[in-house]
C-alpha cells in the first residue's frame, strides 16, 4: 500500500514566498513553520532554515523523511515540523550523514489573535543551529499515513507558541504539548489544538474542540489540561463548571470512541516571601483527581511533578526553565523537561501504542539565564478575551488579583 502513496517533495521556505505565493493564509506563523518574524528579539540566536511543500496537501497525517549531512561539526542542532513542532535535538560531526522520519498532522487550527478556524494547507520542516550552512538537508519528501493521533486541549501550556527570528531556545515560548513529539516518535501523531488564554468553556465555545470532534475517533488518545486560565473567573472554579466541563469532555472523547487523559495543571514558579512555594493551582489539580477517579479516567499528574521539580531546585535556578520575566510559560527548555515526563506516563499507562518513547537528551539552560535575558514582552496586545487573561500571567501581582476576585465572586454564585 506504501508503494501506492504520492511522494511530497519540499522546496526551500523563505520570506519572500509568503509575498508571491498570493495566499494571505501563508502570512500567518500558526499555519506556516511556526516561526515569526514580526516579534521583536533582544537575543543573538539561530536563523531557522525552514522547507515546505509549495502545492496544498489534503488533510491527514503524514510522515516526513528527511536526510541531513553535517558541512562543518555542529552544537545542538534543533528539528522541527510543521508549527515549530520539537522532533529532535541533536548533534553532527563534519561529514556525518543521518536519516530521520518524523509526523506532521494537516488539519483545521485557530491561530492566535483570530477567531475561526483556518485551514492548514503546507507540511513544514525546519533546521536550527548555531551556523545555518552547517548542515545541508539533501532530502525532504513526505507520504501520507493512517495511525492514531494524541489530541492536545489545552491552554498556553500546552498549546503550539510562535518562536522568534533569530531562535534561542532560552529566550522563546513553548511548551509541552510543543516537545510532545520528540519523544514520541513514530508510535503516534500529535494533533495539538491547544490555544493561548483558553479554559474549559472558551476551548469548546471558540470552536477548538469543534476541530477535535471532527476528526477524533477509536483509537486516538485525547488530553485535556487546563485550569490557569479557569481560576480567573467565578463560574469556572474547581466545584463550579470546571467540574462539569471535564465531565462533559471525557464523556464525549468516549462516545467517540476515542480514550480521554487528564492531565494536572502545570505549576507557576512562584513563591510566598518567606521562600516557600505557593500554589495557586493546588485546588485544579485536587479536581483534577478527583474527577479522573470518579470517572475511571487515566491522570497524568504533571501538577505534582512540577511543583516538586521547583522545589528541588528553588526558585532562582527554575527560572532557567520560564521565558524571561514570566512564571507561568516554559521556554524550549521547561517545555522539553515536562513532554518527556507527559510521554512517560503515556507509555506507563498505554504501553500498547507506546510500546517504548524516544530517550531524551541532556538538555538544561546554562545558569542564570533568565537573568541574562530582557524580560521584554514581544507579544502583540490582542485585545481578546484569551488574549486578555494570557497577559495576565506577565504580573505575578495582577494573577493574584485576578484569582482572588474570582474566588470571592463565586462564593456569590
Not at 462533559?248 to 507557576?268: D, H, S, W, Y
Not at 479516567?297 to 528553588?314: A, C, M, P, Q, W
Request: charge should be negative.
Amino acid at each position: 500500500m506504501d508503494k501506492k502513496r504520492k511522494t511530497i517533495t519540499f522546496r526551500m521556505f523563505e520570506l519572500a514566498h509568503k509575498e508571491k505565493n498570493g495566499n494571505a493564509l501563508i502570512t500567518i506563523p500558526d499555519l506556516t513553520n511556526g516561526f515569526d518574524a514580526g516579534l521583536e528579539t533582544w537575543w543573538k540566536g539561530m536563523e531557522p532554515v525552514s522547507f515546505y511543500t509549495p502545492g496544498c496537501v489534503r488533510q491527514g497525517i503524514y510522515k516526513i523523511h528527511i536526510r541531513l549531512r553535517a558541512i562543518e561539526d555542529t552544537g545542538s542542532t534543533f528539528l522541527f515540523t510543521g508549527r515549530k513542532q520539537l522532533q529532535d535535538i541533536l548533534y553532527m560531526q563534519k561529514g556525518e550523514t543521518l536519516e530521520r522520519e518524523y509526523y506532521q498532522v494537516v488539519s483545521e487550527y485557530v491561530p492566535r489573535y483570530r477567531h475561526h478556524a483556518y485551514m492548514v494547507e503546507h507540511l513544514f520542516f525546519t533546521v536550527c543551529t548555531a551556523e545555518k550552512d552547517a548542515v545541508e538537508v539533501e532530502v525532504c519528501t513526505a507520504q501520507e499515513q493512517y495511525l492514531p493521533r494524541v489530541f492536545l486541549c489545552g491552554d498556553s501550556t500546552v498549546a503550539d507558541q510562535c518562536g522568534e527570528i533569530p531562535y534561542e531556545p532560552g529566550a522563546c515560548y513553548a511548551s509541552w504539548g510543543q516537545s510532545l513529539p520528540a519523544f514520541l516518535g513514530l508510535n503516534a501523531a500529535v494533533d495539538n489544538q491547544a490555544h493561548s488564554g483558553n479554559t474549559t468553556e472558551t476551548f469548546r465555545k471558540d470552536g477548538h474542540f469543534a476541530v477535535v470532534q471532527h476528526h477524533m475517533g477509536p483509537g486516538d488518545l485525547c488530553l485535556f489540561q487546563f485550569g490557569h486560565n479557569d481560576q480567573k473567573r467565578a463560574h469556572l472554579q474547581p466545584e463550579k463548571e470546571y467540574r462539569s466541563n471535564l465531565r462533559r469532555f471525557i464523556e464525549e472523547v468516549r462516545r467517540a470512541g476515542a480514550v480521554p487523559v487528564l492531565v494536572t495543571p502545570l505549576g507557576r514558579n512562584m513563591w510566598h516571601e518567606d521562600g516557600t512555594y505557593f500554589d495557586l493551582l493546588e485546588e485544579y489539580a485536587d479536581m483534577v483527581r478527583r474527577v479522573g477517579e470518579e470517572n475511571g479516567t487515566r491522570v497524568i499528574d504533571l501538577h505534582e511533578y512540577s511543583v516538586n521539580f521547583y522545589k528541588e531546585k528553588g526558585k532562582k535556578e527554575a527560572r532557567g526553565y520560564f521565558h524571561p520575566g514570566d512564571s507561568t510559560h516554559t521556554n524550549e527548555y521547561g517545555a522539553y523537561l515536562f513532554a518527556s515526563f507527559i510521554a512517560g506516563r503515556l507509555a506507563e499507562y498505554f504501553p500498547d501504542v507506546f510500546p517504548e518513547i524516544r530517550p531524551g537528551v541532556d538538555f538544561k539552560p546554562q545558569g542564570n539565564l533568565w537573568e541574562e535575558l530582557t524580560a521584554e514582552i514581544n507579544r502583540k496586545e490582542g485585545s481578546g478575551e484569551a488574549e486578555v487573561w494570557d497577559r495576565v500571567e506577565k504580573s505575578e501581582t495582577d494573577l493574584i488579583k485576578a484569582v482572588m476576585k474570582a474566588r470571592e465572586e463565586s462564593r456569590h454564585i
